[in-house]
């Protein structure tokens, strides 16, 4: 525990990686290229994973900006402006990210007690799955404010609904704004009504170069959306890449302040009905982690899968002990 009398100062190029797995080692690799810090401390419960990872990554560095990188402990997170926890249970073949549910709530008691016990003064970032469950669990056992502590939520999911809908129109990416929405997982919502091309409504769009049957293949996009990691798995055992650039956009937007909205996972309380559940929504994210919701207009149907989403989540919920 850092004394009183030597106050704290958050370092915002410092940032800290838990758990060095797949996603961890692509989330480290990431960082590293983006510039962004020039200080990455991995930690993970085999030092050893942790000092190799640092140790690959650090022999490219004549290639890249100047980065101090290295395999460390709890006590190097204090003044990390960004505490990233990638640990977990994988999620395997034909299992569902809720079925990691025990597993890693367990792990997270484990990480969480240890970060508690020091004044760290960053923003907590929730990557492992599944991780509306898994931010909850980050607030209410971390004693961090509740802006402070993000999880990755629906934003590669929305970067996957954006790459299809790109692909399905011939358009740039970058020129699609529509949102998947809720739990990061087989529950999840694509938000057609709020989408939209550069500010043309997402169905008129698609009559402007050609496609009219806009049932059929919003159903099929969404599908597709829903099922990519399933098919990534199947392939190649775990997906890493996507989440890794996902990551690196929400530390980006925290360290830069850049008051970006990103469909994050954070705490409900009365949005769209739903409280006391961590649910994926678009919010204005900046320094100080989450700044507000943003209330995207939902139509009937979708407003009901929200909330069926979430009363999903708040019956797993209700099932874990989150006892400090």
């Known amino acids: 525990m850092t004394e009183k009398n030597n106050p704290i100062t958050v370092n915002q190029r410092k940032l800290a990686i838990i758990g060095c797995g797949y996603v961890g080692a692509a989330c480290a690799f990431t960082l590293m290229q983006s510039g962004l810090c020039s200080e990455l401390v991995l930690i993970d419960v085999n030092k050893e994973r942790a000092q190799g990872e640092a140790m690959d990554i650090s022999h490219g560095m004549p290639?890249?900006?100047?980065?101090?990188?290295?395999?460390g402990s709890y006590d190097d997170i204090v003044d990390a402006a960004i505490i990233i926890i990638t640990a977990g249970a994988n999620q395997k073949p034909n299992e569902t990210r809720l079925d990691l549910v025990h597993k890693n709530v367990g792990i997270y008691r484990s990480i969480i007690s240890e970060i508690r016990t020091r004044e760290c003064k960053g923003i907590l970032l929730v990557v492992s799955n599944?991780?509306?469950?898994?931010?909850?669990?980050?607030?209410?056992?971390?004693?961090?404010?509740?802006?402070?502590?993000?999880?990755?939520?629906?934003?590669?999911?929305t970067a996957r609904l954006k790459h299809a809908i790109s692909g399905h129109l011939t358009v740039d990416a970058r020129s699609v704004h529509a949102?998947?929405?809720g739990e990061h997982g087989d529950s999840e919502i694509a938000a057609w009504s709020s989408a939209n091309i550069s500010g043309i409504p997402i169905h008129?769009?698609?009559?402007?170069?050609?496609?009219?049957?806009?049932?059929?293949?919003?159903?099929?996009?969404?599908?597709?959306?829903?099922?990519s990691a399933y098919e990534i798995i199947e392939k190649k055992?775990?997906?890493?890449?996507?989440?890794?650039?996902?990551?690196?956009?929400?530390?980006?937007?925290?360290?830069?302040?850049?008051?970006?909205?990103?469909?994050?996972?954070?705490?409900?309380?009365?949005?769209?009905?739903?409280s006391d559940v961590a649910l994926s929504m678009p919010a204005i994210?900046?320094?100080?982690?989450?700044?507000?919701?943003?209330?995207?207009?939902?139509?009937?149907?979708?407003?009901?899968?929200?909330?069926?989403?979430?009363?999903?989540?708040?019956d797993i919920l209700d099932e874990q002990d989150f006892a400090i």
């Open 63 to 71: 290639f890249a900006t100047p980065m101090n990188i290295y395999a």
């Open 130 to 157: 599944p991780v509306d469950i898994l931010t909850y669990a980050a607030v209410r056992l971390s004693g961090f404010t509740e802006n402070r502590v993000i999880g990755s939520g629906t934003v590669l999911d």
């Open 179 to 181: 949102f998947i929405i």
């Open 204 to 227: 008129d769009f698609c009559e402007l170069r050609g496609h009219y049957h806009h049932d059929e293949e919003s159903a099929r996009i969404a599908n597709e959306v829903k099922m």
């Open 237 to 274: 055992e775990a997906t890493y890449f996507g989440i890794a650039m996902s990551v690196k956009r929400i530390c980006e937007v925290i360290l830069r302040d850049e008051k970006s909205i990103l469909p994050i996972s954070a705490m409900m309380y009365g949005e769209y009905g739903i």
């Open 285 to 314: 994210v900046g320094k100080n982690g989450v700044e507000t919701k943003v209330p995207i207009p939902l139509n009937p149907d979708e407003l009901s899968k929200l909330r069926s989403s979430a009363s999903m989540l708040r």
